[in-house]
């Protein structure tokens, strides 16, 4: 299984951007995906996670709101749109793949998820 993250880059604080997870060598599918993202100093904290089966979808308290993930089936990529960016929002960003589903109080915890993409930086400054 390989995760491609892909979409960071440097946007001004109220800016936006979209990050793009390429997912590919699973047999059948993915069971549910995520991103969590780390800031230098800081633990991983989790941003978001949605669940392939039945679309559902769970968010970090920082980013409810401003943040939103989807999915395009026809291209196995899972998007984090981000808007309202603020300089906390800075961090390398992570997708996350797990090939079964995940109960939805889990959904955000790392410890369950399987693979993991490289990272796409992100930074919010003026």
């Known amino acids: 299984v390989q995760l491609q993250a892909s979409g960071g880059g440097l946007v001004k604080p109220g800016g936006s951007l979209r990050l793009s997870c390429q997912i590919s060598g699973y047999t059948s599918d993915y069971g549910t995906a995520g991103w969590f993202r780390q800031a230098p100093g800081k633990e991983r904290e989790a941003v978001s996670c949605?669940?392939?089966?039945?679309?559902?979808?769970k968010y970090g308290e920082s980013v409810k709101g401003r943040f939103t993930i989807s999915r395009d089936r026809t291209k196995n990529t899972v998007y984090l749109e981000m808007n309202g960016l603020k300089p906390d929002d800075t961090a390398v960003y992570y997708c996350?793949?797990?090939?079964?589903?995940?109960?939805?109080?889990?959904?955000?915890?790392?410890?369950?998820?399987?693979?993991w993409g490289q990272g796409t930086q992100v930074t919010v400054s003026s």
């Open positions: 949605l669940r392939r089966g039945d679309g559902f979808t």
């Open positions: 996350a793949t797990r090939a079964g589903r995940i109960i939805t109080g889990r959904c955000l915890d790392p410890d369950v998820y399987e693979n």
